[in-house]
């Protein structure tokens, strides 16, 4: 082979090693943190659950009232007629299994104060002051549990614009300056942390904490937060939104353009475009959609926490349960492209869907949204490759390098063929097996001076 000149820097390998985790503030070792998080980071799916008195009249979870679209005292009317009549927990938690979720996420309390359970530690709650009379996180923490590979969270709302001591209830009215007045921001403090101890008495293996924007780290205590929830289940994960003390960031209705810095994160999304349960809304996006989403996260190094909102009754919608079923088939045939894989290679190298890698790094999974005319094309890939498969069936796939002359030092165009057969009718799936952990060519070209 002839010597090459090259004009600028041309082969340069991408390293694809983990982002480092983000600091921890709870003086936490680094590999105590990994430890804990390793079943978040290989879940890859969870569905939330938004479900409370909003659901009767279906209008926006407690920024209804928050922001005066309705007075408070109409939108706490909605007790009246929160029946959960014909709410199965089983029934939930078995769709929820179907559809492929490693977690669940039901929001326990929201900002309006009315709790899921039976809390002693204060007033409001479904059992004592709505019309369904009955506590309803038992029910499904107890299927939950049942469950395998099935991890139980818990939302929970740090700010209450119903209690009479939370400084403020709506956004043009407060009740006091937490500052001029400790002793009453003392009193609800001590409400939070009742009733976080009463929830933690279920030992939810995470957190989903909202509502810290209004007031600081110091004035939640969160430190003390973090350190109640760990004195019953000391690998407890906790989401960002408690003030700096968090194990994972929470973007929220759609997933980052570049990709996030911190080592782990989870995408909050809604099927249509309300949390809880809105009549009104039909605005669904279609399961291709919203796989495309949960594979956009994926390639990037992040989860889907995919949302549902059931009816005050307790019944979850069809749509949303049609979803659920689709991704069960999808993620059913996809497990080994999904379950613990790592975030993927940089989307020019495979302009024609989104990628992750195994733990080794050495399979590099495609995920193609768009039936394919012919074959697709990987870029930039340094490592040979050994052999190419449909995830799912097993198909063995034939590939071709093309631009690769003797004389050139960089890797060519792989140009793999993906029979119209083997393709999924929601997004086809296909394995690389490369001779090592992958490595990418990151170069801006060659200028050829003999040849």
Not at 249 to 260: F, I, S
Request: charged share 20%.
């Amino acid at each position: 082979m002839k010597k090459i000149l090259l004009s600028v820097l041309l082969l340069a390998t991408l390293s694809l090693q983990p982002i480092s985790a983000q600091t921890r503030v709870t003086g936490e070792t680094e590999e105590a943190y990994q430890d804990r998080m390793q079943w978040f980071g290989d879940a890859k799916f969870g569905v939330f659950i938004h479900w409370g008195i909003y659901s009767v009249r279906g209008v926006s979870e407690s920024w209804s009232f928050f922001n005066n679209y309705l007075p408070y005292e109409e939108y706490m009317q909605q007790l009246d007629g929160f029946t959960a009549e014909k709410y199965n927990a089983k029934e939930w938690v078995d769709l929820i299994e179907q559809s492929g979720a490693q977690y669940t996420v039901l929001t326990t309390k929201h900002h309006d104060g009315v709790a899921l359970w039976d809390t002693k530690a204060g007033s409001l709650s479904t059992i004592k002051s709505s019309a369904a009379k009955k506590d309803l996180l038992a029910p499904f923490v107890k299927e939950v549990k049942k469950r395998k590979h099935l991890k139980l969270g818990f939302y929970y709302s740090l700010l209450d614009w119903s209690h009479p001591d939370y400084p403020n209830a709506t956004r043009t009215s407060t009740r006091y300056d937490i500052k001029q007045d400790p002793a009453r921001w003392a009193n609800f403090c001590k409400f939070n942390f009742a009733q976080l101890e009463e929830l933690n008495a279920y030992k939810p293996a995470l957190y989903w904490f909202d509502g810290d924007w209004e007031q600081s780290a110091e004035d939640w205590n969160s430190k003390g937060i973090i350190s109640l929830l760990r004195s019953k289940n000391p690998k407890v994960i906790v989401n960002s939104r408690i003030q700096g003390y968090g194990d994972y960031d929470t973007p929220e209705q759609g997933v980052p353009v570049v990709r996030p810095t911190a080592k782990y994160w989870e995408l909050c999304y809604t099927m249509n475009d309300s949390w809880g349960y809105q009549h009104e809304d039909h605005n669904y996006k279609t399961p291709h959609m919203l796989l495309r989403t949960l594979c956009d996260c994926m390639s990037n190094g992040g989860n889907l926490l995919l949302d549902i909102g059931p009816r005050a009754d307790g019944t979850i919608p069809e749509e949303q349960v049609n979803i659920l079923k689709e991704f069960g088939r999808w993620t059913s045939k996809h497990k080994e492209a999904i379950y613990g894989t790592r975030a993927g290679i940089p989307a020019e190298h495979f302009p024609d869907g989104y990628t992750t890698l195994n733990k080794a790094g050495d399979i590099l999974y495609l995920y193609i949204p768009n039936k394919v005319r012919g074959n697709v094309a990987l870029r930039g890939i340094v490592n040979n490759v050994n052999r190419v498969w449909v995830v799912g069936n097993g198909t063995m796939l034939n590939y071709k390098v093309y631009d690769k002359p003797y004389w050139s030092s960089l890797p060519g165009l792989i140009y793999i063929d993906v029979p119209e057969s083997v393709q999924d009718e929601q997004i086809t799936v296909i394995a690389v097996l490369l001779d090592g952990p992958a490595k990418l060519y990151r170069g801006a070209g060659q200028v050829i001076t003999s040849n």
